[in-house]
């Protein structure tokens, strides 16, 4: 009998041991497969069955990348981060559309006090004028109490509904030349801002910038700059996307080249949020030269919603969900009053992307997210068929809300205090 007890318990042993070779084996091939940064989300996604099964199988197809940054206070309050990355090692380039207004906003502002004079703000009367073949003129704002274009406004309507015009003065105001060097100066070499949006413009117009001349309220010349010109060059490029694409109404069969278009990566867009949010983590030499003012009010418009604003007055087909693709998607209708969203979306060709920082002043959450999907099933570029509804939206949804449901689960030692983000917003 004991004999018999003695080799059942050697049996056992032996099942329970090739078990665990089984287990080893198989969590080495995941990580393997998967790469050890996508362990984080293959765990999370898999608990949510049929939602996120597609996005596992086309990871790479669909170039997904997602950086989600887990935020720990220590008992004095100060933050530490901890990164969880998806699909890292497979990311390729992607169109990053209206997510470069966020640091374009940021150099507006640095260029502001490299001007060196008090007398001109933010909220200065800002005249654009038309020197060079593509450029338009701006003499006044309809969508400002006094008909004022000032670069506090631009910032606002670029924040608020992401507006390609309040973009395009931006980034005539500080010239392609300023942009790159600045974005380099601060530690993303990889960044290239080459073009207006929303506008077909040659590479040569996006290299002139339009003259810009600064005014007081009374009317009273303070400041003339120049038409700019880029003369710098950048390294050859190879970014292709698609099969095909259309040129007006020709399908060219072949990849779309994105070479001369914007670059930035989610990376660099997700630093310069957490910087944003915490300037005291990133390093002296990557932080812009903005005040903690200027700080606040990008922090203010980008948690906004279009309903709240008096200047411009939106109307109801700006819903509160609308540019918060995080957690929510297309949907429509109010939001929950506990839950602020900073953040900046961006979707062209086919390309959905969100980087944010959200907040839930009730429960006590926050968490950064960015992420971007590839949107084209048929591989056609510039034929207004791409998937945003069936595959990008829920899928920003889903994560937003996965993260979310992680992030009330989770044990914290040290609540945060959220109170400096409360804003008082227009209405």
């Not at 117009?205 to 950048?234: D, R």
Request: glycine content about 6%; hydrophobic content about 35%.
């Amino acid at each position: 009998m004991n004999g018999m007890n003695q080799c059942r318990k050697w049996l056992l042993n032996v099942v329970t041991f090739t078990v665990l070779l089984i287990n080893f084996a198989l969590t080495a091939s995941a990580q393997q497969g998967a790469g050890n940064e996508d362990i984080f989300f293959e765990t999370l996604f898999k608990q949510y069955p049929g939602k996120f099964d597609s996005v596992l199988l086309h990871r790479k197809a669909w170039n997904v990348q997602i950086i989600y940054t887990q935020i720990n206070r220590g008992n004095n309050g100060i933050p530490s981060f901890q990164h969880y990355y998806f699909n890292k090692k497979s990311a390729r380039y992607f169109y990053p559309a209206s997510t470069v207004k966020l640091p374009v906003a940021l150099l507006a502002l640095q260029k502001m006090h490299a001007l060196g004079r008090p007398d001109i703000s933010i909220n200065s009367t800002m005249i654009t004028e038309a020197a060079y073949s593509g450029q338009t003129p701006v003499y006044n704002d309809p969508n400002t109490p006094d008909g004022r274009p000032t670069i506090a406004q631009y910032i606002k309507e670029m924040l608020l509904v992401s507006d390609n015009n309040a973009y395009n003065r931006l980034y005539e105001f500080l010239g392609q030349q300023y942009i790159n060097e600045g974005l380099k100066a601060r530690g993303y070499p990889s960044a290239q801002i080459l073009h207006r949006l929303g506008t077909a413009l040659s590479e040569d117009e996006n290299k002139h910038t339009n003259p810009i001349s600064f005014y007081n309220e009374k009317k009273q010349l303070l400041l003339t700059q120049q038409m700019q010109v880029n003369t710098a060059v950048y390294e050859k490029r190879s970014d292709l996307i698609g099969k095909q694409f259309y040129a007006d109404t020709t399908l060219r069969n072949m990849p779309m080249d994105f070479s001369k278009k914007n670059r930035m990566s989610l990376e660099d867009l997700h630093a310069i949020l957490t910087g944003l949010v915490f300037p005291e983590k990133q390093k002296q030499e990557q932080r812009f030269n903005i005040s903690e003012e200027e700080r606040k009010f990008l922090l203010k418009y980008m948690s906004q919603l279009p309903g709240e604003s008096v200047y411009p007055c939106y109307d109801s087909s700006y819903n509160d969900a609308y540019a918060k693709f995080i957690l929510y998607g297309s949907e429509k209708g109010s939001l929950p009053k506990n839950i602020r969203i900073f953040n900046k979306v961006g979707d062209a060709y086919g390309q959905l992307t969100d980087i944010a920082y959200v907040v839930d002043f009730e429960k006590k959450i926050e968490f950064f997210v960015s992420a971007t999907i590839y949107c084209n099933s048929d591989g056609i570029l510039n034929d207004d068929k791409y998937d945003y509804e069936t595959s990008g939206f829920p899928f920003m949804k889903g994560l937003g809300r996965a993260l979310y449901e992680y992030e009330i689960k989770r044990k914290k030692n040290n609540l945060p205090d959220l109170s400096s983000l409360r804003f008082i917003y227009d209405k």
